[in-house]
Structures are given as structure tokens and as C-alpha cells.
């Protein structure tokens, strides 16, 4: 009995120290996520075997069940098999998660926190039954209903995820209305302020900096900082970094469900709004460009009456937006049409790009030279141009700016490792971009031009076509392929053969990480790698 008493107590211990951290790889997931609850069900559903349900789960249970026959049955051999089995399921769900090593880790904010407490409270629920059931009819009776709680507290972890946001949407929706009537507050009480909004499907976070770049050749800007550019996000730049002293804050919007952009205009009515384009991103969730469209005409809507439309006249989804401005338009293009601001002689290589820009109201032109590599990186720059002209900049001026400009982390940087050369484009990843990272790539001839690269996500219908004419389009363009996950790369992988790129030069690996140590023995001097895309954490394919 001492025996089986202890056998208990090691069980249970290692059991809870296993459902933590299968908790908290849910927590994470969860967050990842952006606290969605549809989003992260429909994740846990592409994953129901290899994540929530796996075959340990099942003989666990099976094992557990039988322990009910013991009364019928003489001795413990059962219910010592059934502890085993426990804690062998317990290990099961700590062994896939040892060797990950997440991009973004989980941070317990205030919003994590009081979901993690509600969420072990939850789970802790059929432990307690059944340590009752144990300390009212004692260790033989009670044992099957004791193991029986701690399987379906540690396999229900995803789901006590979701009944604890569930219970915590009142909470936290009235927290949020909380910071939005505070900002709100703030910026009534700036009417001195000029803001500046960017959307659109790509380009939104480099075309913010760029403006905020040029405009502080005369005005104090707070742009805000990285990728905030969802309602939490932008209440927390204006409550807690907006100052008196600053002039003009440039923010981007962003968007993945209809009505996104206008939750933000209801929040931050813009002076200004610059649209970059309109594409494929976020399909999964908005179902078709056309919706993708007139969900980002809205910031163009809801500008202010005498606000300014700066468009990207190249889009046609964004050149029509026009018709719904209040005020002034301002246009640009890269491709020789009719604009404000017009892009011409477009040359880059290794010390990054140089163009002609023509000012179509005054005749002007004037040559720009940049770091930043890329025809749309020409675009965000016009766009920017445009901004800086509305404020009462000059072209002449502002080419000082763009000449230092500076590129954005994992957004066709440009660096170097010894004698290697990286085309860092790990930030995100859509048709139009991939196809203009590999042109780049391609005009690197010092060496062998090599591409690492998981494929784009979040393209809807459309994501299996789009990664597999990728693939056909960079076939003559690189010299060797490292595709980062099996399952998601396998459009890209028939691309390339489809176009009779060498299957031999091709590599599969499960993991970023993987193939970064492929490289360290594999590059030689003279290289150029391509980093294209890096899926977030919930993506992947070795958890």
C-alpha cells in the first residue's frame, strides 16, 4: 500500500508538471493567435492528432478505464499500470515541445495573466473531483476517478483555454473600451495634431517610417513603433507616448475581418491617409480581393472633411478609391502612369536603388538614390514623398532623407556575414513581394544565389496556386532552393520541378532552425542567401 501511495504521489507531480507546459504551449499558441478565439479553434483543428488528441491520449484513457474493473479483480496490477500510463501521457505532451525554439515567445501581459489564472482553475476542476472521490471511499474506490480527472484536465487544456476567454470577453471588453475612451480624451484635446493613417495589403509598417523619416526634417513625429496597428495597439501609443511636444503622429492600420478599419477610424479619424495597395493577404479571412478593397477604402472614407488621399495610382482597386475621397488626392506610380509623383530609371543592385522622380504639377524632376532595395520600396517612398510635399516639404529636400533611409528589420535588409551576402525578407511574404525579393536575389552573380523560404500563408483558395507558380517563376533564378516545412512548402517544391529546376538542388527541412545549420557547413565565400518569409510559431510543422 506504502508502495502504491507513493507511486500516487510521483504520478500525480510529474502529471502537473507536464499539464503545465502542455498549458502553456496552448497559452502561447493562443496568444500567437491574437486571443481569437475562431482563429485559434480552427487552428487546433488542423491539429487535432498531432496536438490535442494523440495516441498516448487514447491508451492513457483506455488504461484509466480499466482501472474501474478493479474491484472485480485481485491486486493493484491495474491501477499501477493506469499511474504508468499517466505518466507516460504527461511525457508524451512535454517530448514534442523540448526542441522548439520560438521566434516570439509567450509574454504574460496583464490580458495573459487573468487568462492563465481562470484557465488553471479551470483544469484544476476534475483533479478536485477526483481527489474527492480518493478521500471519501479511499484508494481502491476512488483511484480510477482520481486518474481519470488528471486525463481529462491534462488532454482538455485547449479547450479550458476557450471557456476561460469565453468567460473573460465582458472583462475584457469593457478594459478596452476603457483605453478607448482615454485616447480618444487625449487626441480631443489635441486639435493641434496632425495624424497621418497608412493601410493597405502590404507596405503598411515601411511606408510609416518613411514618412515619419521625411516629416521630421521640420516636425517633432511619433510614429508608432514596429507592427502596432490594431485598436489595443494604437490606445497604448497615444496613452502612454503621445506628447505635447509632438506635431504629428503616423500610424498604420491594419486588418484581417471586415469592419477592422473602421473600429480604428472610429478611434483615430486621420488628416491624411495613404493607401499602399490592395492584394491577396488575409483571403482566408475576408474571402475575396473585392472585400479586401472596399474594407481598406474605408480609411479614405472617414478621413477628416478637408483630409488628403495620398493612392498608389499603379492598384487599380486603389486608384478607383479616389471617387470616395472628401478632399484633395494625391497619386503616385512606378510603372509610367499618369500621378502627382512619378518613378522613372529605377536601378538597384548591392548598394541599393536609385530612380528619377517627377513632379507632374510643377514639371520638376530630381534623382534619388536610396539603401533600400526593391521597385515597391520606390512606391513606399513616393508615397512618403507625397505625404512630405502635403506638409509643405520640397523634393530637393527631401532626397537627403531618402538617401539615409535605413531598412526596416526583416524587410529586404541588406547585410553581411564575413564573405556571405543576406537578403534578409523574413518579416512576411505575398506574391507581389516574394516575386520582387527574387528578382533581387537574382542579380547577385559573386556566387551562388541560394533561397530559404517556408512559402506565403494566408491566401485563402488561392495559397496552393500562388506558392506553386512561385515556384515556377524563381526556377531560373536561383541556383539552390531550402524549402522549411514538408506539408507547406510542397506547392513550391512541384513549381520548381514543373519548371525544370534541378531536384537535386533542392533541400526540405522541418524547421528554420535546421536549415540554418545546414548552412554554416554549406555556404561558400561569395554567397548571397535570401531569407523570404518566417512563419510565426503557430506554423510549425516540428511542434
Keep these: 500500500m506504502v508502495g502504491l501511495l507513493l507511486l500516487v504521489f510521483f504520478a500525480s507531480f510529474f502529471s502537473a508538471v507536464h499539464a503545465w507546459i502542455r498549458l502553456r504551449h496552448f497559452l502561447h499558441m493562443f496568444q500567437l493567435e491574437g486571443y481569437k478565439r475562431a482563429e485559434f479553434r480552427q487552428w487546433l483543428h488542423t491539429r487535432i492528432r498531432t496536438h490535442v488528441l494523440r495516441g498516448w491520449d487514447k491508451l492513457a484513457l483506455a488504461m484509466v478505464l480499466l482501472t474501474f474493473l478493479t474491484p472485480f479483480i485481485p491486486g493493484t496490477a491495474l491501477i499501477d499500470g493506469a499511474l504508468l500510463f499517466i505518466w507516460g501521457m504527461g511525457f508524451s505532451h512535454v517530448y514534442p515541445y523540448r526542441g522548439i525554439r520560438t521566434k516570439k515567445p509567450l509574454v504574460f501581459t496583464p490580458r495573459m495573466r487573468r487568462l492563465t489564472a481562470l484557465t488553471v482553475i479551470i483544469a ?4 478536485a473531483g477526483g481527489t474527492w472521490s480518493l478521500l471519501t471511499w479511499g484508494l481502491q474506490q476512488g483511484l480510477p476517478f482520481y486518474l481519470l480527472g488528471w486525463w481529462i484536465s491534462i488532454v482538455g487544456a485547449p479547450f479550458w483555454i476557450l471557456i476561460a476567454a ?7 471588453r469593457a478594459i478596452q473600451e476603457g483605453f478607448k475612451r482615454k485616447a480618444k480624451q487625449k487626441l480631443r484635446q489635441r486639435p493641434d495634431l496632425k495624424i497621418i493613417a497608412v493601410t493597405g495589403s502590404y507596405g503598411k509598417t515601411s511606408t510609416k517610417f518613411i514618412i515619419a523619416e521625411i516629416l521630421s526634417l521640420r516636425y517633432h513625429v ?3 513603433p514596429s507592427s502596432y ?3 489595443m495597439g494604437l490606445c497604448l501609443v497615444i496613452n502612454e507616448q503621445l506628447q505635447p511636444e509632438h506635431h504629428v503622429l503616423v500610424l498604420e492600420m491594419g486588418m484581417r475581418y471586415p469592419g477592422d478599419i473602421q473600429e480604428l477610424c472610429d478611434l483615430v479619424q486621420p488628416d491624411i491617409g495613404v493607401v499602399t495597395t490592395v492584394g491577396v493577404a488575409h483571403l482566408e479571412t475576408m474571402g475575396s480581393i473585392e472585400r479586401i478593397a472596399e474594407e481598406k477604402s474605408t480609411l479614405v472614407r472617414c478621413l477628416k472633411p478637408e483630409g488628403v488621399a495620398v493612392l498608389n495610382r499603379d492598384n487599380p482597386y486603389v486608384s478607383r478609391m479616389a471617387e470616395h475621397a472628401p478632399g484633395k488626392v494625391l497619386t503616385v506610380s512606378v510603372e509610367g502612369k499618369d500621378a502627382t509623383l512619378q518613378a522613372s530609371h529605377i536601378r538597384y543592385g548591392p548598394e541599393g536603388t536609385s530612380f528619377d522622380v517627377y513632379l507632374s504639377s510643377t514639371g520638376e524632376t530630381q534623382s534619388f538614390r536610396t539603401p533600400l532595395l526593391g521597385k515597391h520600396n520606390v512606391l513606399n517612398i513616393l ?9 509643405g516639404l520640397r523634393l530637393r529636400q527631401m532626397k537627403h532623407v531618402v538617401a539615409r533611409l535605413q531598412p526596416i528589420p526583416h524587410r529586404l535588409q541588406l547585410r553581411r556575414s564575413g564573405d556571405i551576402t ?5 518579416f512576411n511574404s505575398n506574391p507581389v513581394g516574394a516575386r520582387n525579393a527574387v528578382d533581387i536575389l537574382s542579380q547577385f552573380r559573386t556566387g551562388r544565389r541560394i533561397l530559404v523560404t517556408p512559402g506565403m500563408i494566408e491566401l485563402g483558395e488561392r495559397q496552393e ?9 524563381m526556377a531560373d533564378k536561383v541556383d539552390w532552393v531550402l524549402l522549411v516545412g514538408p506539408s507547406q512548402t510542397r506547392p513550391i517544391y512541384e513549381g520548381l520541378l514543373e519548371a525544370g529546376f534541378p531536384k537535386e538542388r533542392i533541400r526540405v527541412f522541418r524547421s528554420l532552425f535546421e536549415a540554418q545549420e545546414f548552412l554554416q557547413t554549406f555556404l561558400e565565400p561569395g554567397d548571397t542567401v535570401l531569407y523570404e518569409n518566417d512563419l510565426p510559431d503557430q506554423y510549425h510543422e516540428a511542434a
Design 222 to 224: 511619433l510614429p508608432t
Design 422 to 426: 543576406i537578403i534578409d525578407d523574413a
Design 166 to 172: 469565453w468567460m473573460l470577453q465582458p472583462v475584457e
Design 465 to 473: 496556386a500562388e506558392n506553386r507558380a512561385w515556384g515556377s517563376y
Design 383 to 391: 508615397l512618403g514623398l507625397a505625404v512630405g510635399l502635403e506638409m
Design 229 to 231: 496597428n490594431t485598436p
Design 124 to 127: 484544476l476542476l476534475p483533479v
